[in-house]
């Protein structure tokens, strides 16, 4: 069973920053794509940011020029830098690993962000 535990969120204020990690428990040789998706009461899930295994990033709009998105293979592990923070940031944010060999999905528990004006 692969678990995925995240760590880093909490309440900050408009205009700071906040840390998120994700670190997966399989083998970094089976991880493809990383990444982090957030959800809000009433929205749908929507993506933040992704990693390729090739190194290559996706970003949401929404984040782009903010938000940095990074991985280090030596902890098997995928981190969300989020600065200059706003209040339509505030969400749950959610880790995702795709797998291959075989190939699967896999969420993390999720991680509260909150962002105050």
């Known amino acids: 069973q692969v678990q995925l535990v995240e760590s880093g969120g909490g309440l900050v204020q408009a205009g700071g920053s906040l840390r998120l990690s994700c670190a997966a428990s399989?083998?970094?040789?089976?991880?493809?794509?990383m990444g982090w998706y957030r959800q809000t009461p009433g929205r749908q899930r929507e993506l933040v940011a992704t990693?390729?295994?090739?190194?290559?990033?996706n970003y949401a709009d929404s984040v782009k020029g903010r938000f940095t998105i990074s991985r280090d293979n030596t902890k098997n592990t995928v981190y969300l830098q989020m600065n200059s923070l706003k209040p339509e940031d505030t969400a749950v944010y959610y880790c995702?690993?795709?797998?291959?060999?075989?190939?699967?999905?896999?969420w993390g528990q999720g991680t509260q962000v909150t962002v105050s004006s």
């Open positions: 990693i390729s295994r090739g190194g290559n990033t």
């Open positions: 399989v083998s970094i040789f089976r991880i493809d794509t």
């Open positions: 995702n690993v795709v797998l291959v060999l075989p190939r699967y999905n896999y």
